[in-house]
C-alpha cells in the first residue's frame, strides 16, 4: 500500500539490519573515547542563531546551509549545523574553565544543514566530534589527531592517510592574506561567484573550492606554511614530531583549509583509500579564538567532527563486514488450547532472567512460527504444545544442528540461562 508521507528530502530512517551497524560504529566512539580520557556531552538540537552567526559569514554553512527560524517569542533559533560552537557555549555557561584543564569532551549528535543530498551526505547527518579545550600544547592536537585515526582502525580502517597544515593566527595570517589577495586579484574574472565573494570576506575560503577553474588557480597561489611566525611555526614542528612519535604518517599539505573562519594554526583531514580512490572522512583543528569570540575568557582548543553516515558507506564499500545483530536466545512457539498463555508467562521469566526470548503474537501454524523464530537468527525454540503442557513439558530445539529434548517445564528457565552464559563464555574466548 503506497503513502504520500515520506521523509523530508535530504533525511532517511535508519532501519532494523542498518541501526546494528550503526550501534557497532557508536560503540566504538565510546569505547576509543573512553581510553583517550575524554567524557561525553550532549547539547541541544537547537541553538540561538547568532551562535553560529560567529562562524564566519564568508562560511557556505552561514549564508545558505543553515535551518533557522523564529520561535513564538520572536527569538532566531538554528538547527544545529555543527558541534563545536554549542560545545564552546557550554563551555562558558557551565564555567568549565574552572575545571582542571584541558577540559576533554566527545559527542555523537545529529547535524542539520540544507544542501543538496548525495551519497553519504544528508540534511541530517550524524557526527562524531571531540573537543579538548584549555590548552597550547601541541600534543593536545596531536592527541585529537590520533582519537580520530584510532577510532577508524577500531571500525576497520587500516588505509589511513593524514593531511596537514597550519593556516596561521592573528599575527601572520593578514600578512598571508595580502599575499593571497595579490595572487587571486588578476584572475577573479574567471572564477566562480562564491570565490569572488570570498575574496572580499575571507580569501582563505577561496582555497577550499571545489569548481576546476578555481582549483587551478588556487594550485598556484602563495602557502600558508612559507608564511608563519615563530610561534606558529614552533607549534607546527612540535606537533609534527609528536606525531612522528606516535608512528603516524602525515602529508603536509600547505593549501588545506576548513570550511569554517574560526580555525587557526592547526589544520587537518584523515582520508581512507577504498576502491582504489581516497575518500575524505573527517578532519578538524584548532580553533584558539572561538571562546574569546563568544565573550569569554583567552581559551585555546581543538577538535575534530567525523561523519558517520559517510563511514557507514566506506565501511560497506571496502567489503568491511558490520554486525547485523545477534538475534534471540531463545523463540517460543506456541501449538493447541492454553499454549499462548502458558508461553507469555514463560517469555517473561526468561526475560527477567536476562534471556534476550520472543515468541508469535500473531496466531500462526507451527510451521510458520519455525519460520519466524529462523528469521529473528533466534538459537534455540521452545516448542509449547497442548500435548506437552498437559505432561508438564516443554521442548527445546537447537535451530543450528536441529537436536532436541524434552523438558519440565520448571527446568527450562535455568537451562536457557546456562546455555546463555555458556554462548557468551565461548564467544568471548574465540576473540
Not at 566512539?29 to 560567529?54: K, W
Not at 571531540?130 to 585529537?144: C, K, Q, R, S
Not at 593549501?255 to 575524505?280: C, H, M, N, P, Q
Amino acid at each position: 500500500m503506497g503513502t504520500e508521507y515520506a521523509a523530508p528530502r535530504g533525511t532517511r530512517d535508519i532501519l532494523p539490519g542498518e541501526t546494528e551497524k550503526w550501534r557497532f560504529v557508536e560503540e566504538q566512539v565510546h569505547r576509543t573515547c573512553a581510553d583517550f580520557g575524554y567524557a561525553e556531552v550532549r547539547t541541544p538540537l537547537f541553538e540561538h542563531s547568532e551562535l553560529f552567526g560567529r562562524l564566519g559569514e564568508a562560511t557556505d554553512l552561514v549564508q545558505k546551509e543553515m535551518y533557522s527560524f523564529d520561535d513564538r517569542g520572536g527569538r532566531g533559533l538554528t538547527l544545529r549545523p555543527e558541534g563545536t560552537a554549542p560545545v564552546a557555549r557550554a563551555y562558558l555557561q557551565h564555567h568549565m574553565d574552572a575545571w582542571p584543564q584541558p577540559v576533554k569532551l566527545y559527542y555523537i549528535s545529529p547535524m542539520f544543514r540544507y544542501e543538496r543530498p548525495q551519497a553519504g551526505r544528508y540534511r541530517q547527518h550524524h557526527q562524531f566530534g571531540a573537543e579538548a579545550l584549555g590548552t597550547l600544547d601541541p600534543a593536545i592536537d596531536a592527541e585529537v589527531i590520533m582519537l580520530a585515526v584510532e577510532f577508524y582502525r577500531r571500525v576497520g580502517l587500516s588505509d589511513l592517510s593524514l593531511e596537514l597544515n597550519s593556516i596561521g593566527c592573528p599575527a601572520c595570517r593578514p600578512g598571508y592574506r595580502e599575499e593571497l589577495s595579490r595572487h587571486f586579484a588578476p584572475h577573479l574574472d574567471r572564477m566562480c561567484g562564491d570565490c569572488q565573494v570570498r575574496f572580499e570576506r575571507n580569501v582563505l575560503r577561496m582555497l577550499d573550492c571545489k569548481q576546476p577553474e578555481c582549483r587551478e588557480v588556487s594550485a598556484g597561489a602563495p602557502r600558508s606554511t612559507d608564511h608563519l611566525c615563530p610561534e606558529c611555526r614552533r607549534h607546527l614542528d612540535e606537533l609534527i614530531l609528536y606525531l612522528e612519535a606516535a608512528g603516524l604518517n602525515w602529508r603536509l599539505n600547505p593549501r588545506l583549509v576548513r570550511g569554517i573562519d574560526y580555525y587557526t594554526k592547526t589544520v587537518f583531514e584523515v582520508s581512507a583509500a577504498v576502491l582504489g580512490a581516497d575518500r575524505a572522512l573527517g578532519g578538524g583543528g584548532r580553533y584558539d579564538g572561538l571562546i574569546a569570540e563568544l565573550g569569554g575568557p583567552d581559551t585555546p582548543a581543538v577538535g575534530f567532527g567525523l561523519g558517520l553516515d559517510r563511514l557507514l558507506i566506506v565501511l560497506e564499500e571496502g567489503g568491511l563486514l558490520l554486525p547485523v545483530g545477534q538475534g534471540v536466545e531463545a523463540f517460543l512457539a506456541c501449538a493447541g488450547e492454553g499454549a499462548h498463555a502458558a508461553a507469555f508467562k514463560l517469555l517473561m521469566e526468561l526475560r527477567r532472567a536476562g534471556v534476550a526470548a520472543d515468541m508469535d503474537f500473531t496466531q500462526r501454524s507451527l510451521k510458520a512460527q519455525m519460520k519466524a523464530a529462523d528469521h529473528m537468527r533466534a538459537r534455540y525454540v521452545v516448542i509449547v504444545g497442548q500435548d506437552e503442557l498437559a505432561r508438564g513439558k516443554v521442548i527445546l530445539r537447537e535451530m543450528s544442528g536441529g537436536g532436541q529434548s524434552e523438558l519440565e517445564v520448571h527446568e527450562l528457565v535455568p537451562r536457557l540461562v546456562g546455555l546463555a552464559r555458556k554462548s557468551l563464555r565461548d564467544g568471548s574466548e574465540g576473540k
